[in-house]
Nanobody, 114 residues
Framework: QVQLVESGGGLVQPGGSLRLSCAAS????????MGWYRQAPGKQRELVAT???????NYADSVKGRFTITSDSAKNTVVLQMNSLKPEHTAVYFC????????WGQGTQVTVSS
């Protein structure tokens, strides 16, 4: 089993920045994909960004150039740096890890509003 603990959500004004962090613990494999999905009210959960154990990154088109995902393999942590935030980025952001099966965090609320 893998446990995912998220931190860093909150309220930010349009144009601002937030940094989300997710730490994995438990039965950790070196071959994995880890990252973030989000779900806005009334919408389906969608990919934001992921990174593999070999460092390959994948971003949703809507966040390219604004969001950056990084990882610290020694700490089993991924960080999502979100810049130039817009109201449409408001959602619950879920940490995700795939290693043999999918694991999800509980989610952290990100609200972009003036």
């Amino acid at each position: 089993q893998v446990q995912l603990v998220e931190s860093g959500g909150g309220l930010v004004q349009p144009g601002g920045s937030l940094r989300l962090s997710c730490a994995a613990s438990g039965s950790i494999f070196s071959i994995y994909t880890m990252g973030w999905y989000r779900q806005a009210p009334g919408k389906q959960r969608e990919l934001v960004a992921t990174i593999t154990g070999t460092g390959f990154k994948n971003y949703a088109d809507s966040v390219k150039g604004r969001f950056t995902i990084t990882s610290d393999s020694a700490k089993n942590t991924v960080v999502l740096q979100m810049n130039s935030l817009k109201p449409e980025h408001t959602a619950v952001y879920f940490c995700y890890r795939r290693q043999e099966k999918d694991y999800w965090g509980q989610g952290t609320q990100v609200t972009v509003s003036s």
